[in-house]
């Protein structure tokens, strides 16, 4: 079987009119190419049954010369304008029915809120319909039922909600089993890196341009820019090809380079036996959060200090104040001294804190707006200290900041693996 012809549909009237921005055509497409798949189209529809159907019946008619794979997002809903599961009856000729498991779900749903099974309105109901002899992709985030139904000979039309954390989580945990299960994937090899405060652009300009004649024939490359860092992905046929551009990229950026941070900081953790604690200022608890996204992280995260004011690093992490006085909240010798407070509560393997300017007010000439430090002390009882400037809004400011700070126990855990 050749590879599908991939089409992504965003529907909703508040996209096409502007009101709301298509997050998830973006993000299924990286996931796509990350999986050794491409994205030949993306189509933004508004909530007009007639011109949805035009454009699944002209999608329907190309499954004849090729595969087809058309995903779309939004129209599940309860709402009037909520077109899809209606529009996709109409293309197939089949009848709906409910999802018991989806029904049981929204019935516990009107339960917890004090309400009978009687109260649930119709178009509530809706959610938990799927056209007949349909796959089903169960939704654990929401109520809205995806579903996968065949448009042709290996050829499919897949439905999930436009609510991001739904469709994600739908399309990781449910449907990429199904597509690995159903395509191939142009018998591709790829390595993926991740380079940390670096843009795109210079990137692209300094390793990319650099090396195209001599590294990249035959290579598709892409990258992704995040808070903190970009990842870096490449595939190609020839895995030779691929293991010399890692090798270059290691050589050219020995400091900045990683692998999945997140997932290699968990398992590390888990397998020797590491306990975390961290004290956040301009983070508020971000870091924390993101230590604790994964299963099982209770094993080794012990907690974590909220220390916005001066008082608090004082009272909770022994800051001196004579510290806070001369050097101010935000510098190396605060941080430091956060960062044994930390270890020193907790005896924890490894404490992080973070203190920093995430803005829009605070900023001087000193210290400018994304000034941030971040301390780290590892088993061995060594403290490091390291700032940056991160650029952006207070959001992102704060995203850099603890992604950062992931990253530099990412360093210290495999200087430990050497």
Same mark, same amino acid.
């Given at each position: 079987?050749?590879?599908?012809?991939?089409?992504?549909?965003?529907?909703?009237?508040?996209?096409?009119?502007?009101?709301?921005?298509?997050?998830?055509?973006?993000?299924?497409?990286?996931?796509?190419?990350?999986?050794?798949?491409?994205?030949?189209?993306?189509?933004?529809?508004?909530?007009?049954?007639?011109?949805?159907?035009?454009?699944?019946?002209?999608?329907?008619?190309?499954?004849?010369?090729?595969?087809?794979?058309?995903?779309?997002?939004?129209?599940?809903?309860?709402?009037?304008?909520?077109?899809?599961?209606?529009?996709?009856? %109409?293309?197939?000729?089949?009848?709906?029915?409910?999802?018991? %498991?989806?029904?049981?779900?929204?019935?516990?749903?009107?339960?917890?809120?004090?309400?009978?099974?009687?109260?649930?309105?119709?178009?509530?109901?809706?959610?938990?319909?799927?056209?007949?002899?349909?796959?089903?992709?169960?939704?654990?985030?929401?109520?809205?039922?995806?579903?996968?139904?065949?448009?042709?000979?290996?050829?499919?039309?897949?439905?999930?909600?436009?609510?991001?954390?739904?469709?994600?989580?739908?399309?990781?945990?449910?449907?990429?089993?199904?597509?690995?299960?159903?395509?191939?994937?142009?018998?591709?090899?790829?390595?993926? %890196?991740?380079?940390?405060?670096?843009?795109?652009?210079?990137?692209?300009?300094?390793?990319?341009?650099?090396?195209?004649?001599?590294?990249?024939?035959?290579?598709?490359?892409?990258?992704?820019?995040?808070?903190?860092?970009?990842?870096?992905?490449?595939?190609?046929?020839?895995?030779?090809?691929?293991?010399?551009?890692?090798?270059?990229?290691?050589?050219?950026?020995?400091?900045?380079?990683?692998?999945?941070?997140?997932?290699?900081?968990?398992?590390?953790?888990?397998?020797?036996?590491?306990?975390?604690?961290?004290?956040?200022?301009?983070?508020?608890?971000?870091?924390? %959060?993101?230590?604790?996204?994964?299963?099982?992280?209770?094993?080794?995260?012990?907690?974590?200090?909220?220390?916005?004011?001066?008082?608090?690093?004082?009272?909770?992490?022994?800051?001196?104040?004579?510290?806070?006085?001369?050097?101010?909240?935000?510098?190396?010798?605060?941080?430091?001294?956060?960062?044994?407070?930390?270890?020193?509560?907790?005896?924890?393997?490894?404490?992080?804190?973070?203190?920093?300017?995430?803005?829009?007010?605070?900023?001087?000439?000193?210290?400018?707006?994304?000034?941030?430090?971040?301390?780290?002390?590892?088993?061995?009882?060594?403290?490091?200290?390291?700032?940056?400037?991160?650029?952006?809004?207070?959001?992102?400011?704060?995203?850099?900041?603890?992604?950062?700070?992931?990253?530099?126990?990412?360093?210290?855990?495999?200087?430990?693996?050497?």
């Amino acid at each position: 079987m050749e590879p599908p012809y991939i089409v992504i549909i965003a529907s909703g009237s508040e996209i096409t009119a502007g009101r709301s921005l298509d997050t998830n055509s973006g993000w299924m497409a990286n996931q796509l190419f990350e999986l050794g798949w491409k994205v030949k189209k993306f189509i933004t529809l508004p909530d007009d049954p007639d011109l949805i159907l035009s454009e699944l019946q002209t999608l329907k008619e190309l499954t004849k010369s090729k595969p087809v794979l058309a995903l779309m997002t939004g129209g599940l809903g309860p709402t009037e304008d909520d077109y899809t599961l209606e529009t996709v009856l %109409k293309l197939s000729g089949k009848k709906s029915y409910s999802v018991e %498991k989806a029904k049981i779900r929204l019935q516990r749903i009107y339960e917890s809120r004090g309400k009978q099974y009687s109260d649930i309105l119709p178009t509530v109901m809706r959610q938990t319909h799927v056209p007949e002899d349909c796959k089903i992709l169960d939704n654990n985030v929401g109520i809205a039922v995806g579903f996968v139904e065949p448009i042709g000979v290996d050829s499919y039309l897949v439905c999930m909600p436009g609510v991001p954390s739904e469709m994600k989580e739908m399309f990781t945990r449910r449907l990429t089993p199904e597509l690995k299960r159903i395509y191939p994937r142009e018998n591709l090899v790829q390595k993926t %890196k991740w380079l940390w405060n670096i843009g795109e652009s210079l990137y692209q300009k300094d390793f990319v341009e650099a090396h195209r004649d001599e590294l990249f024939s035959g290579v598709e490359w892409g990258v992704t820019a995040n808070r903190g860092y970009i990842k870096c992905i490449f595939q190609s046929t020839d895995l030779a090809k691929l293991e010399k551009i890692i090798s270059e990229l290691e050589s050219q950026y020995p400091k900045i380079i990683s692998d999945d941070v997140f997932t290699f900081v968990h398992e590390e953790l888990v397998a020797k036996k590491l306990t975390i604690a961290v004290g956040e200022s301009c983070t508020g608890g971000l870091l924390g %959060k993101k230590l604790t996204d994964s299963p099982g992280s209770s094993s080794y995260f012990i907690g974590g200090f909220l220390t916005y004011s001066n008082e608090m690093k004082e009272s909770l992490l022994g800051v001196p104040s004579d510290i806070l006085n001369q050097f101010g909240a935000v510098s190396r010798e605060t941080a430091e001294a956060m960062v044994r407070g930390i270890s020193e509560k907790t005896k924890a393997d490894y404490s992080i804190s973070i203190t920093g300017i995430a803005g829009p007010d605070g900023g001087t000439d000193t210290k400018p707006l994304g000034t941030v430090w971040i301390g780290i002390k590892s088993p061995d009882g060594s403290i490091e200290t390291h700032s940056y400037i991160f650029p952006g809004n207070r959001e992102s400011i704060r995203e850099n900041a603890s992604n950062t700070a992931l990253f530099l126990l990412y360093q210290s855990l495999k200087q430990r693996k050497v």
